[in-house]
């Protein structure tokens, strides 16, 4: 069928380099994302020649059409002219409908929906490409509001130009060329108009695009407030705190509609003056029009083609001078969008960088510095140890001592700043992010999912893997029976139950057993543990540490936990206080040295550490 074959011409997901930014000016970030769609804008472009064309001879058609009434024999007038007359049926009858068709399909079925997503997929993929640090620092509503927003924004920006400027344009010229065959008196007033209506145009765009660049931030920052209070209703109602968030909504609703109002004001002083300046146009026009009929000097047919050329004109002026708002109202949204996508990224494999290869897990920090942001004292300086193949390591201190940061480091979440870490001998910086990643599994303390079914959650660790893989991953975390128990609002059961956006329809130790099932099917060869039982009551964190230990065999293991007697038993512990190495050993070891792990295990007796390393004890 023909429309779905031009309904393909334009593939949304088609590939291209994820990696490059686009350009950070108006002009050149559209034409970034419009380029691969070029070859439909310029056959749009030229249909809507063809249909203007045709639309603007309607009124030279008049003409004719209302002459010929004035001066052919009633009689013979068939006979006389029947050729023209055909001719100009069949130009209303077959070329006019064809060249709408042409025109509508081109736009509809060929280019906004495939151009709109395409656009939305291409900024989602280099937004996604965005560090940690980039996504923590604004609102995800905001962010998922400017790429959704973009696409329509920058189709529009070329559909619009090419269907209502080009008009626009199209019926100037027939007019001007008209009335200039005519006299060049009756042309003066229409190119006395189109040199006001270019001076009002030059006037208004300025402002209305920097007023619809306000509104557009605005708007964006209305959606990132509602977003936010959605997302954590809980503490909003824990805290009984909706008062508080009516009123930050309410502030962002008020500041979008001061800026809409501002914008607006200016809307309504340009469509005013506007109007005078076509009821100008009509009045001189006509009045020319007059005095040559007066003068012999003009047709009837002429005026009448002439004087509805000049009303069609004023028309289509107050619908261009509102399209040329909306247009910039799109600049806005793009300039809005463009100065959160057109970021570098922030965080990229090196040009040459390879993939992984694990063949032992060891894993190297040799001399390695970080901080976040020039301004702060350093977290991490001169920092060096080894973790051996298939050991387990704890790393232990109070919060704030920097084990995060090692953690984040080791994951490529940010780059070191001296240094270098190595896996297998392979500085990490050299290898592509995804296979570094890949390599890696990590249960980390704040466990969030994604609102999708819980079968889909656990697969999250290996796609593709077998309904029966993801129900032993289940069960090795101690998930299954209460999996089977679920059903959620739409009644969906089990497996095929949705958890809810972040996972809030589950407990917090259920969302930490989804999230081990899902590290253990994925089954890496590096294993991070940040408070993994965290969540969990005695009971089941004692079940579940039976899974872990099984999970653990035969990997390099690092484990990060404020309960010292979880990771007591492990190989080897690593001390940090201020970012450095200050004791290493195993637990017996550390707790016969009298130091810091040992005041550390004296005084918590069980608990949980402070933010504070404690005094010696005596």
């Not at 007066?294 to 069609?312: D, P, V, W």
Request: net charge neutral; aromatic share 8%.
């Amino acid at each position: 069928m023909f429309l779905d074959w031009l309904e393909r011409r334009i593939d949304p997901f088609a590939p291209f380099d994820e990696r490059r930014g686009p350009p950070k000016t108006v002009l050149g970030f559209a034409a970034f994302y419009l380029r691969p769609i070029r070859g439909a804008l310029l056959f749009l472009f030229l249909i809507a020649v063809v249909a203007g064309s045709i639309e603007a001879s309607l009124y030279l058609l008049m003409r004719w059409f209302i002459d010929l009434m004035s001066t052919a024999d009633r009689a013979s007038l068939l006979t006389d002219h029947g050729l023209p007359l055909g001719l100009a049926a069949g130009l209303l009858l077959v070329v006019r409908p064809i060249s709408i068709w042409l025109h509508e399909i081109a736009s509809n079925q060929l280019i906004v929906p495939q151009a709109t997503n395409q656009i939305r997929w291409r900024t989602h993929l280099y937004t996604l490409g965005h560090s940690l640090s980039y996504f923590q620092a604004d609102f995800a509503g905001r962010l998922a509001n400017r790429v959704v927003q973009v696409g329509p924004a920058v189709r529009e920006l070329a559909v619009v130009f090419i269907d209502t400027l080009l008009y626009v344009a199209i019926y100037a010229i027939t007019a001007i060329g008209l009335f200039s065959s005519i006299s060049p008196w009756l042309a003066l007033p229409v190119i006395v108009w189109v040199a006001a209506y270019a001076g009002l145009t030059a006037w208004f765009v300025p402002r209305a695009r920097k007023r619809s660049h306000r509104t557009a931030e605005t708007r964006s920052t209305l959606i990132g407030r509602v977003v936010d209070s959605y997302t954590n209703i809980l503490t909003v109602k824990l805290f009984a705190r909706d008062r508080e968030e009516r009123a930050a909504v309410r502030d962002a609703v008020s500041a979008h509609n001061g800026a809409y109002l501002h914008q607006f004001r200016l809307t309504t002083l340009t469509t005013t003056l506007l109007g005078g300046l076509n009821s100008l146009l009509i009045l001189a026009t006509a009045a020319a029009c007059l005095m040559l009929w007066q003068r012999g000097a003009m047709t009837t047919g002429e005026a009448s083609a002439g004087l509805a050329l000049i009303l069609r004109l004023m028309a289509m002026s107050g619908w261009v001078m509102q399209t040329v708002r909306g247009v910039f109202e799109n600049v806005g949204v793009i300039q809005e969008s463009m100065q959160t996508i057109a970021r570098p990224h922030g965080l990229v494999d090196a040009p040459d960088a390879g993939r992984l290869a694990v063949t032992g897990g060891e894993i190297r920090f040799e001399a390695v510095d970080f901080h976040y942001g020039r301004g702060d004292a350093s977290i991490i300086e001169a920092l060096s140890f080894r973790i051996r193949p298939g050991e387990k390591v704890g790393l232990v201190g109070v919060s704030g001592a920097g084990k995060s940061t090692i953690v984040s480091l080791l994951l490529r979440l940010h780059d070191v700043e001296g240094g270098r870490i190595l896996i297998d001998g392979q500085d990490i910086a050299r290898v592509t992010q995804d296979s570094l990643r890949e390599h890696i599994a990590m249960v980390s303390q704040d466990t969030s999912l994604l609102h999708r079914s819980i079968g889909d959650n656990i697969a999250y660790g290996r796609p593709g893997a077998t309904p029966g893989e993801i129900e032993r991953a289940a069960r090795l975390a101690h998930a299954h029976d209460f999996i089977l128990d679920l059903v959620d609002h739409h009644g969906r059961r089990g497996y095929d139950a949705h958890v809810g956006e972040r996972g809030v329809k589950l407990s917090g130790g259920q969302r930490q057993r989804i999230a081990i099932a899902r590290v253990i099917l994925k089954d890496a060869p590096i294993l991070i543990l940040d408070e993994a039982t965290s969540a969990l009551d005695s009971q089941v964190e004692a079940a579940i540490q039976e899974a872990l230990d099984t999970l653990m065999a035969d990997k390099t293991v690092l484990a990060i936990a404020h309960r010292l007697s979880t990771i007591a038993a492990l190989d080897r512990l690593i001390v940090i206080d201020g970012g450095r190495i200050v004791e290493e050993g195993s637990h017996a070891e550390l707790i016969r040295r009298g130091g810091l792990y040992a005041d550390l295990w004296r005084r918590q007796s069980g608990g949980f550490l402070g933010d504070r390393a404690p005094a010696p004890v005596p």
